[in-house]
């Protein structure tokens, strides 16, 4: 009767939303479950400081692809967005893949339907189609080659400088590439929300009150925003030039949840994180579909194992490939 209840509520809401005892210590019950069902927390950096803290493994995107195709537990549990949990089921497909709240999605994947792609590939056939990880299993099965922002520049040079490319979906990553690798690729037009709210203006202001700081950008923000970066780079390669710049100071103009990890790498500098403009729906830096996902859902979805994700098997084979082909070229 309980697991009904659970799955008429999950049908409903496309996360569990269960009436639960007052005070329960969240931390101490996913610990447990962790435990009893043989499950691996995987969050990304984005995800609220409770949840990375809980997580067995706290990671940018290729990282957690990586990690994702190793897993030997039972459960895979996954806390991140929609894209990154079908990515997981697809590298590896034995596993029960789950995903705290499935309305976590993402503005580039919604920016590139598989049938619009379809389309686009049959006016230019003679292109190759890379595709950000960050769009959705019947979009990599449409794809030649996958990739994140820690190993596009790689993927890009690792093909022929003669073969015209089509780079979905995020416009402003393919134009930092294009400009990285003096590539003409045809670029999908989608954006991030969070990366393309930022103020040029307000981070103008804030380098004005810290002149000292370093401005470090993800490649996901505006040309205007990154003319401006000391640094450019994926979540972990952010993280990791913080550790090893002399700098004492950033402004880090990303996702704010990047801040915990980077905080705690870096515990005697100072970080601001980088504005973004107020008439906006996403007034600050954080992106709502990474916080959709809570403890409280986290401990729901382990509890009943749901939500999990299914991916039809032939998009699952299909889809593999060009993930496949990422993570071989990212390893050499
Ligand atoms: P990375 O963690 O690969 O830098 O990607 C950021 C992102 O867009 C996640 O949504
Ligand atoms: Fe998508 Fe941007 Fe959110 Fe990442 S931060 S999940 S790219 S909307």
Excluded at 31 to 51: D, G, M, T
Excluded at 112 to 136: G, I
Excluded at 236 to 263: C, D, R, W
């Amino acid at each position: 009767m309980e697991f009904e209840q659970a799955v008429n509520n999950l049908n409903k809401n496309g996360y569990l939303n269960l009436d639960l005892p007052k005070k329960l210590d969240f931390a101490a019950e996913i610990k447990k479950l962790k435990k009893e069902k043989n499950a691996v927390i995987l969050a990304h950096y984005y995800q609220e400081p409770a949840i990375q803290d809980i997580a067995d493994f706290v990671g940018d995107s290729l990282q957690l692809s990586y990690k994702a195709a190793e897993v030997d537990a039972d459960l895979i549990v996954f806390a991140g967005v929609h894209f990154m949990a079908e990515t997981a089921k697809i590298l590896n497909p034995t596993k029960k893949v789950l995903l705290p709240d499935l309305n976590a999605g993402c503005s580039l994947a919604e920016a590139c339907e598989a049938k619009d792609l379809k389309v686009f590939k049959e006016k230019n056939p003679d292109h190759l189609v890379v595709s950000y990880v960050n769009t959705s299993a019947e979009v990599k099965a449409l794809s030649d080659i996958c990739c994140t922002s820690s190993n596009a520049k790689k993927i890009i040079d690792s093909i022929p400088l003669d073969k015209p490319i089509i780079f979905a979906p995020d416009k402003n990553l393919g134009a930092y590439i294009n400009k990285e690798t003096g590539r003409n690729m045809l670029l999908w037009e989608g954006a991030c929300i969070v990366h393309e709210a930022f103020s040029i203006d307000k981070l103008i202001t804030t380098h004005k009150a810290h002149p000292k700081a370093k401005i470090i950008a993800h490649p996901e923000s505006e040309e205007h925003i990154l003319k401006t970066a000391e640094y450019i780079g994926s979540t972990s390669g952010l993280i990791n030039y913080a550790k090893t710049s002399p700098a004492t100071e950033f402004i880090v103009a990303t996702e704010a949840g990047i801040l915990h990890e980077m905080q705690k790498e870096v515990p005697n500098k100072t970080l601001y994180p980088a504005p973004a403009v107020e008439d906006n729906t996403c007034a600050c830096s954080e992106c709502p579909y990474m916080k959709m996902n809570t403890m409280e859902k986290l401990y729901l979805c382990m509890k009943y194992e749901l939500p999990e994700i299914h991916v039809p098997e032939d998009i699952q084979k299909q889809a593999l490939i060009p993930i496949q082909r990422m993570l071989d070229i990212s390893s050499k």
